[in-house]
């Protein structure tokens, strides 16, 4: 293993013992490459990793053979060799080999076609170990629908269920119940051995007392600051450097490093990272904050695979005209046209986005079948529950509950 890499001990002696070198270049070096970084690699990721190697290295050679077969014939009339492909750095140059190639759409097919057979695999072992999660997305009160026209997309998936609010509340309700502790911060406290196993992603801050130690928290204005400094950055790099297309620009953004200056992520390399990323990579997240949350939501699903994910949508400005340039740019200061809020366009991204995150967890093994998800707008007397049949009875109810019964089920089907 080179010096400076810290990966975990399963995966150093995978490298000594040479499996990377035995694997078609333009695979290994892909995967080598991901864990040159191995602390900004979030558990979930680490033990995909460590899962897939090791299962390559304990199965039979000819059945490995077999797998990879097709892609090395690719790699063959694609001209991979020694003197064309550094099987230890994954570069623009290999991403610009593989473009070029006119054996391109056969080499992306062959890269699937071994995934199709490898993922099931490791599907069914994250699966045997499955355990009651939940999702929980909530919007603003400003939004011009009634419940009837609320998560439209996937309704027929769950069941509307009647709630009652009392004058004073909100959702402090449905997140504490009669007690202090949200959800959230009572499951990081009894999951603590599990770091990144509980989200709260929000436009605003109203979702910050649900937060806490042990509890992922990224909200959009609480990023304010953060997110100016960026785009304050970027702009400056594109006008000092020979930047010559989005490409080159992404690699140049993937290696610029500032911190957050908020010491709770950036105490954690792999959550300052995460941050940085999806506001340099998303397009919209430095902008709108209601895509700040989709985007933020969709990677945190995709790479740390949460238990518990606390997920609060706002009202959205109206979007101003922009270029690709101006995506890195403050709008308010680039251009004199007033910043007006879109209730009715906000309204209508949800209706995609609630219909997007949804199928977007249910994607993977830890969540299907034993993961309910709640949603809820402020003051709306319905919410909508799409749950397993082992949830609690709350959909049975006839008569509309009020929001600390809503909340004491949501305990139950935790273990809290």
Known sequence: MPEGIKASSAIQQLVAKGLFDRLPPTFSTFFYDRIQDWELLFPAEQSYFERLFGLLDRSE????????????????????????????EFTLAHVDFLNRSPDYPQWRQAVSGIFAKIDPILDEQVARHGR???????????????????????????KRVAVKWSERQDFAALLTGTGEQSLARAYAATR??????????EAGSRLAPAAGQGVAHLSYDGLRDYRTRLMDEVRKMVEAEDIRGPRQLGERLRRMKMPSARPEIDSMPVLADFT?????????????????????????????????????????????PFSSLLIYTDQDRATPIPTQMDTLGS?????IFYQYI??????YPEYRHN???????????????????DFPTLMTAKDPLPLENVHAALREWLSL
């Open 61 to 88: 050679a000819e059945a490995v053979n077999q797998l990879f077969a097709p892609l090395r014939e690719i790699e063959r009339r694609m001209g991979v060799n020694d003197k064309t492909w550094n099987t230890r």
């Open 132 to 158: 009651p999660r939940l999702v929980m997305v909530l919007s603003p009160s400003e939004l011009p629908a009634s419940p009837d026209r609320m998560w439209t997309r996937i309704a027929t998936r769950g």
């Open 192 to 201: 603590a051995p599990a770091p990144h196993d509980t989200w709260v992603i």
């Open 276 to 320: 940085r990323s999806v506001l340099l990579n998303g397009n919209g997240t430095l902008l709108i904050n209601n895509t700040f949350v989709e985007w933020t939501t969709v990677q945190a699903v995709r790479r740390a695979r949460p238990s518990v994910v606390l997920i609060s949508f706002g009202i959205r400005n109206k979007v101003k």
């Open 347 to 351: 309204y209508v991204d949800l209706e």
């Open 358 to 363: 949804w199928s977007e967890f249910e994607k």
């Open 371 to 389: 993961t309910a998800y709640i949603f809820a707008a402020d003051g709306m007397e319905e919410v909508l529950i799409i749950a397993p049949p």
